[in-house]
């Protein structure tokens, strides 16, 4: 089955820095796009940056210039580094993907919390 799991979230200052990774398993990891998104607190699930499988990235205007996603194929791992953190940041953040095997079928973990203090 197909598993997700997030990791590195927790409480930073304002203006600091966390690295969140999401390790998947039960999928072709090197042949799926991955994404991460993040929930606050009555607000919809907001997409915040994207991976290909080839490695081309695209991110949020919100978080553009400050969060950078990455992908190391050997580990079966997603990376989303993040960088001058702002309280508005302060969410849930999950890791996703569109299954190809599945027919595009969405998956996500369980979700790490961000905290970000002023």
């Known amino acids: 089955q197909v598993q997700l799991v997030e990791s590195g979230g927790g409480l930073v200052q304002a203006g600091g820095s966390l690295r969140l990774s999401c390790a998947a398993s039960g999928i072709i990891f090197s042949i799926n796009d991955m994404r991460w998104y993040r929930q606050a607190p009555g607000k919809q699930r907001e997409w915040v940056a994207l991976?290909?499988?080839?490695?081309?990235?695209n991110y949020a205007d919100s978080v553009k210039g400050r969060f950078t996603i990455s992908r190391d194929n050997a580990k079966n791992t997603v990376y989303l580094q993040m960088n001058s953190l702002k309280p508005e940041d302060t969410a849930v953040y999950y890791c996703?993907?569109?299954?190809?095997?599945?027919?595009?079928?969405?998956?996500w973990g369980q979700g790490t919390q961000v905290t970000v203090s002023s």
């Open positions: 996703n993907v569109l299954r190809k095997a599945t027919s595009l079928q969405n998956y």
């Open positions: 991976i290909t499988s080839g490695g081309n990235t």
